[in-house]
């Protein structure tokens, strides 16, 4: 692959450690003559103003920071390298002590290019688009009350599949079959697997459990409430909805896109540490 000439390392503000692994890859950075643009990955303006002009954007953080930036970095086809500052890091290439042996090769070119598939989401009100919306990982549509349930009528492809009462419902990537999903019960799908979940959680009729459907799928889901509902964006995200209200999920134009290094089965071993299956 071609060598690296300009990266963005992204702080998560909120971690002590960020500072000092940002000087690091920094100085890594600098040692292989790259531009480095600097900034929290919470700044979204920032973002979206320097990934359109860096090679790679690096995120400091948790499995949020990489969602966070893949979701503006994915519009400009920019990747993303995770180093792991959060408690899983599912997502990320490499740990904090790796930053000086292993940026090097990648900034020579050492590396790969992993896309995944993400979601593009719409909330509708009587008609009216209200907004759209990208995800990594899942839209959830759920209750806003933790005490209360929520209904939502669930339509693939126009066909209606059922009403489920519960917790809510959400849609998964493969890459977000590792997150909530799985948390809610449903299956793992491996990363290259162009397929969505649907998932109910805590919701009744409890015997249908999760179903994987094909990525190219409309999912409709009318919420039906009478004390608030909202929509979830990759867990980041919160617009509140109304009774009646119509989110539509399907496959998005856009990828996200991660530069790896590690071996193409990565993804087994990391299920093995990470998760210890």
């Known amino acids: 692959m071609p060598p690296l000439k300009s990266a963005a390392v992204l702080l998560h503000p909120m ?3 960020a500072g000092a692994v940002a000087d690091a890859a920094c100085a890594a950075l600098d040692d292989c003559t790259l531009v480095v643009s600097r900034g929290s990955v919470w700044d979204a303006a920032f973002l979206r103003e320097v990934l ?3 090679d790679v954007a690096i995120t400091l953080g948790g499995d949020g920071s990489i ?3 893949s ?3 994915a519009l400009t086809g920019t990747p993303v390298l995770g180093i792991n500052l959060g408690t899983l890091g599912f997502l990320a290439e490499m740990e904090p002590d790796e930053v000086a042996e292993r940026l090097p090769p990648l900034a020579a070119g ?3 290019i992993e896309e ?4 593009q989401i719409e909330h509708r009100r009587d008609g009216e688009q209200l907004g759209t919306y990208q995800a990594l990982n899942e839209a959830a549509v759920g209750s806003q009350t933790l005490s209360r349930v929520v209904r939502v009528t669930v339509h693939l492809d126009g066909q209606e599949l059922t009403t489920y009462t519960g917790d809510g419902v959400l849609v998964a990537t493969p890459t977000g079959s590792t997150a909530y999903s799985h948390a809610a019960g449903g299956p793992i799908l491996h990363p290259e697997v162009r397929s969505l979940v649907l998932t109910p959680v805590c919701a009744h009729p409890r015997t249908s459990g999760a179903l994987v459907i094909p990525s190219d799928t409309a999912v409709t889901m009318v919420v039906h409430t009478d004390h608030g509902a909202a929509l979830s964006i990759d867990g980041q995200d919160e617009i509140l909805m109304r009774d009646g209200d ?3 999920v399907g496959a998005s134009p ?6 790896r290094r590690q071996e193409r089965d990565y993804f087994y071993r990391t299920l093995l540490r990470k998760l210890r299956l």
């Open 15 to 17: 971690k002590a450690e």
């Open 52 to 54: 359109p002009r860096v």
């Open 67 to 69: 969602l966070r930036a």
């Open 71 to 73: 979701r503006i970095a």
């Open 110 to 112: 050492h590396y790969w």
């Open 116 to 119: 995944r598939m993400m979601l």
């Open 246 to 248: 119509t989110v539509i």
């Open 254 to 259: 856009y990828s996200a896109r991660f530069l």
